[in-house]
């Protein structure tokens, strides 16, 4: 899944990977242009994120919280 940012939704800047697993997700950001992802394997459980997107949403958040986005 490649997402945009918020204030420009022609430039997508990302790739997320999610995999999932019996009671959780596990979701990978890729920005491009870097050659490590920024979000490596972050668990959220299946309780917390209704669907995927909602997985990475809420991730992403996080990422952007810490510092890593």
């Not at 242009?33 to 669907?51: F, Q, R, T």
Request: aromatic fraction near 12%; charge should be positive.
């Amino acid at each position: 899944m490649k997402f945009a940012r918020s204030y420009d939704k022609s430039n997508q800047w990302g790739k997320a990977t999610v995999t999932e697993c019996k009671t959780i997700y596990l979701v990978t950001i890729h920005i491009f242009g870097y050659s490590l992802p920024s979000v490596l394997d972050w668990k959220i459980s299946k309780k917390e994120a209704a669907n995927m997107l909602d997985a990475v949403m809420r991730i992403a958040q996080k990422a952007y919280k810490n510092g890593n986005l």
